[in-house]
């Protein structure tokens, strides 16, 4: 469907990408809340809970890799591969988002500040950069970056900022 682009991207894909993420996060909070609420603490009950982070960081990430791959922007070289290894990959962003936004719905100690707020997102970025390295590392992976989305290399496929025409 043709649409503004802003570097790439249709300008549609910025305003969704605010409730699909809410609710990715608002359901990972429901099962979190139920494991914490159903299970006493201990041990078994610290498993079950990384075990659900894990299992829902991939099954969020495969499925937005499945359903993304319909827009003619993205394109992969080795569907699988994008859909199993790719989707590791993006997992883990919500390996560290997931308990992060249960950590920020929930009632703080004290009112948090803007300072506050600052820190503890740079921190869960930073978090995910060095799992995202980790892995790459361990899995013996080269950084090698490389766009393979036509959107990017082709100035035909992007409209010039607010000119009132479509891709």
């Known amino acids: ?6 570097n790439g991207v249709p300008i549609p894909m910025y305003l969704a990408t605010h409730f699909y993420f809410c609710f990715y996060h608002v359901l ?3 099962a979190l809340r139920k ?3 159903t299970f006493s603490p201990g041990a078994m009950r610290r498993l079950f809970v990384i075990s659900l982070v894990l299992i829902m960081s991939y099954a969020t990430a495969f499925m937005e890799s499945l359903t993304i791959s319909g827009f003619p ?5 080795d569907r699988d591969l994008a859909y199993t290894l790719g989707s590791a990959f993006y997992g883990i962003y919500f390996i560290v988002s997931f308990p992060m936004f ?3 719905d929930e009632s703080p100690p004290k009112k948090w500040d803007l300072f506050t707020v ?3 997102a740079l921190a869960s970025g930073m978090a995910v950069l ?15 970056i490389r766009l393979n989305r036509p959107c990017k290399l082709n100035a035909a496929f992007t409209c010039k900022p607010f000119n009132f025409k479509t891709c």
């Open 1 to 6: 469907m043709p649409s503004w682009d802003l």
């Open 73 to 77: 922007c993205y394109g992969f070289k």
């Open 130 to 144: 060095m799992l995202l390295d980790i892995v790459r590392v361990c899995m013996g992976i080269d950084l090698n």
């Open 118 to 120: 600052a820190v503890e």
């Open 28 to 30: 990972s909070n429901l």
């Open 35 to 37: 494991a914490y609420s």
């Open 102 to 104: 249960l950590r920020l």
